[in-house]
């Protein structure tokens, strides 16, 4: 039963039979609403092919369970859907999801960040501090991120640098230890998609963006997924139907690491 009532259209198979867990972020209220970003991703579940045509997979065959929640107990949904043999990904409202994510993985696990804006609060630098650091697609740094020491260790692909080979870096980083893969919206071109938030020049298309993951997913063992930045995204608009159709390709390719 869809009991979280967040893809108003799919009916999962029974939680031990699901191969993957999406957990929305919820408000912390006692009615437990999605926040509007994750709201609207979901609500876009009914517009949207649920098929991957690329990879022509179908990760609702195997199962997807719905949870929602709130930021205090993520970390606490995270680890449990692991623990039931499930492949989580989170659906955010800002970069705290990652730390979540971070929190229930191993200490070793190396962060693929694909970041348009890197370093924007003191929250994120508890990211950079607590695991090995790799960023594609970031073209706007703050200050602070320009001066501080907690960066230096971080390895940057720059806009002019995203072909495929790039990730080079980051396989050899990873080797075979455990990987999250942190999408945040504002790595997309405002073109591609516009939340509101971010406004920053450049930006890569979304076919770029998917390109860079499929080699992440075919070179390392991504533990998890989180996709971020869908605070501003709104209800029955082009941001959440490319939102859902790109956590629907994550999916997929998540399925055929595990077909393997």
Known sequence: MNSANIFPEYEPPPRDECAFCFIFESTQDSARGLFTGPSAVAHASVYAELYDVLLQRDPMKPGIWLEKTDHQNMTDVFSRAIADGMWPVIIGEDRQSTLSALNALPENTSLMAFYGTAFRSEKEREIFNSTDV??????ALS??????SDMRGTRDVMETGMAADSIESFVDM???????????????APSVLMNGRSIEPGGMKYDELT??????FERTEPASVDITGTKDIVQDTPAALLAVELLIHIAAMAQGKKEK
Request: hydrophobic share 50%; glycine share 10%.
């Open 134 to 139: 790799f960023m594609a697609g970031t073209r």
């Open 143 to 148: 200050t602070r991120c320009l001066t501080s």
């Open 211 to 216: 390109s860079l993951l499929r080699t992440v």
């Open 174 to 188: 990873a080797g075979a230890g455990s990987v999250l893969v942190s999408i945040d919206l504002d790595v997309l």
